[in-house]
């Protein structure tokens, strides 16, 4: 490592979900914030693990549905009943059941926007640069290896500690990672 | 306890054992060295056979396109009294194909049906080419094609707006969402699987394109919590998108008044042969697939036995929707209604009703028995003959309603012309480059959701690292 670059954080290297899944058991009780775990696929039970609380793109999601909804039937009743109205088939100028379609269509579409922008969002992605994707090591974590960092940021960071704690937990390979 | 727990021992229920995704219990790195391989290595001989003449067809499609633009609709064969030909079969065709890919991809999800994870990428590819395929058709019969942004409400200064009343343009919405619904999906499924290629990529031009596409994907597990909650709201959404599109679909037929197409049963009709059809297709692509990319361990006899059983169990759905069908021409009363139905058994275009008889209800009934859905070139050769009898099926639909109405004097005879024909095998062209392009250059199976659904990603399991005997 060399000494002019900042560190971002400790990395540790796991080989099985098992094993990160009490990596990160402890981690957590151990009280650290900025923390996370890199694995190739989602853990089933990672999140309470990490102990992290139910995301919040499902309302994104349903802002966008509300707003799709409601685009579609103020569009339609817009265009068809108050711009220009014309009879049609002495139908009436504006029905909830006739405007019923596009509007649901428009309400899938938002929902499905709002729920990826809201993702995207909350991961803050796209994002072309991370500290971790200059990692050789790391590339495995889209393979088969599991990861955890410990950000240099966190408040009870100290670098004999937490490699300690992590080296506790039973990771085989520990190193610091540059900023 | 303890003696009580032993004397109990040979007694303990044997666990039974699931049959698992992926055979010869592959380890989590082999299935994206096997997937990603399919990108990464030398191009194939066979992948050139059928890239090429795919590109011609293509090609093809392309000068049929620029002829009818340029002469107009009067180079099909629709005409006075079939003004809807095979531009509407062709459309609804290529855009049921797409439904079985919506339905592995967000309905299998939502009913926790893991093995989709083998095939849901390439199902949903599908999906995506098929209604390209599909929207070139309505985009063109309109005429004047380029007058075809009136179809959407843009502000002009003849003040004029779409009128909303009408299923065709509630079919605009449905159809321009289903694509963008669809392609969202596909793409949100692919970032984490981009990913994978970027961090195995030896040059310099693929690393930085799969890493523009995976948007600094990390697999940290903060953003898959996010992740998954976003993909289980686009299943959630996707659910109801693809049922109404094809209830949509139907209802251009529907809401008309014609003999034949004027039933309420239409909407679930047209869903349940849509994905009849799509699963056809699915079928038609992956059973060679598997065998040319050594994919046997990924889509395994037991996703060709459970995709036999859906196009059972779909094809079955429709082949009660003709018997209902016929139950209520009669039971109607209606003499035009009951003339439609009797036109269609034996009246000049017989031949196609028995065709889509025979390949969507009588076909179909063979997957009952198991040694036939586990008899590849049966399978394969039964869902070509499933989609051209569900092609028969919009045929039937679209050409003899209309070919013969209320009164003789109307009445004519339809034939497509070369045009038509050509048009059609151009899509196919379109459709199948498309899919040759994405198989070669994305990962077309989904990498890390496979990865989640195998013992070896379970932390609870002894593969996935916990003590052998521990607590499940």
Redesign the interface.
């Known amino acids: 490592m060399s000494t002019n670059a900042k560190a971002y954080g400790i990395l540790a290297e796991y080989d099985t979900p098992a094993d990160i899944m009490h990596a990160a058991e402890k981690v957590r009780d151990a009280g650290f914030r900025k923390w996370d775990v890199f694995t190739p696929f989602p853990i089933h039970g990672m999140d309470h693990a990490m102990g992290l609380k139910n995301s919040k793109v499902g309302w994104f999601g349903f802002c966008g549905g509300v707003c799709g909804y409601t685009t579609g039937m103020l569009l339609i009743w817009f265009c068809n009943a108050f711009d220009y109205p014309l009879i049609v088939g002495g139908k009436p100028m504006f029905s909830p059941f006739s405007a019923f379609p596009p509007s649901y269509e428009l309400t899938i579409l938002f929902t499905a926007f709002g729920s990826i922008g809201g993702m995207m969002f909350l991961n803050k992605l796209p994002r072309l640069h991370h500290p971790l994707l200059k990692h050789g090591r790391f590339a495995q974590a889209t393979h088969d290896k599991y990861f955890l960092v410990i950000e240099t940021d966190d408040v009870k960071y100290s670098e004999a500690e937490t490699r300690k704690l992590l080296e506790a937990t039973g990771s085989k390979h520990i190193e610091m990672v540059e900023e | 306890m303890a003696a009580e727990k032993q004397i109990q021992a040979p007694f303990a229920p044997a666990e039974l054992a699931r049959e698992p995704l992926v055979n010869n219990n592959r380890?989590?790195?082999w299935i994206?060295d096997q997937v990603s391989a399919i990108t990464e290595g030398k191009t194939p001989t066979w992948w050139w056979a059928a890239f090429v003449p795919s590109f011609l067809m293509m090609c093809l499609l392309g000068c049929m396109l620029i002829y009818k633009c340029s002469v107009g609709v009067g180079v099909w064969g629709n005409n006075h009294p079939t003004m809807w030909g095979w531009d509407i079969i062709n459309f609804v065709w290529w855009i049921g194909i797409g439904h079985a890919g919506t339905l592995i991809s967000a309905i299998l999800f939502l009913l926790r049906q893991k093995w989709r994870t083998g095939v849901n990428r390439a199902a949903e590819a599908m999906t995506i080419f098929a209604v390209m395929c599909a929207g070139i058709y309505p985009a063109l019969h309109t005429g004047r094609e380029w007058l075809d942004w009136f179809l959407f409400?843009i502000p002009t200064s003849n003040?004029?707006?779409?009128?909303?009343?009408?299923?065709l343009?509630?079919d605009v919405?449905?159809v321009s969402?289903y694509f963008?619904?669809s392609c969202?999906?596909w793409y949100?499924g692919l970032v984490?699987d981009l990913?994978?290629l970027?961090?195995?990529s030896k040059t310099k031009i693929r690393k930085f394109l799969y890493?523009?596409f995976a948007?600094?994907?990390?697999?940290?597990?903060?953003?898959?919590?996010?992740?998954?909650?976003?993909y289980l709201?686009?299943a959630g959404?996707?659910t109801?998108?693809v049922l109404?599109v094809h209830s949509?679909v139907s209802?251009d037929f529907a809401v008309s008044q014609l003999p034949g197409w004027h039933t309420t049963i239409f909407p679930p009709y047209f869903v349940a042969g849509a994905i009849f059809s799509g699963f056809g297709m699915v079928l038609t692509l992956l059973i060679p697939l598997r065998k040319m990319c050594k994919l046997e361990d990924i889509i395994t006899m037991r996703h060709i036995d459970l995709m036999c059983k859906v196009t059972l169990a779909t094809g079955s759905i429709v082949g009660y929707a003709y018997i209902m069908e016929l139950f209520i021409a009669w039971y109607s009363g209606s003499p035009y209604e009951r003339y439609a139905f009797l036109n269609r058994i034996h009246g000049p275009y017989a031949w196609g009703y028995w065709t889509m008889m025979s390949c969507n209800v009588l076909l179909p009934q063979l997957f009952w028995f198991k040694k036939i859905r586990q008899n590849l070139l049966v399978v394969f050769i039964a869902s070509i003959l499933v989609n051209i009898g569900m092609w028969f099926e919009r045929f039937v639909i679209i050409v003899i309603s209309l070919h013969r109405d209320f009164l003789p004097s109307n009445w004519g005879y339809f034939a497509p012309t070369w045009v038509d024909i050509c048009t059609f095998l151009g899509t196919f062209g379109l459709f199948f480059t498309l899919f040759l392009l994405f198989m070669r250059f994305l990962p077309m199976i989904a990498v890390?959701?496979v990865?989640?659904v195998t013992p070896?990603?379970?932390?609870?399991h002894s593969l996935?690292?916990?003590p052998e005997g521990g607590p499940h």
């Open positions: 380890s989590v790195g994206s409400p003040s004029l707006w779409p009128q909303f009343r009408s299923p343009m509630w919405f449905a969402t963008t619904v969202l999906f949100t984490p990913a994978i970027r961090d195995r890493g523009l948007l600094g994907w990390t697999g940290s597990n903060r953003h898959w919590s996010n992740y998954e909650k976003c709201i686009l959404v996707s109801p998108l109404s949509i209802l890390s959701e990865k989640g070896q990603a379970d932390p609870h996935g690292g916990a």
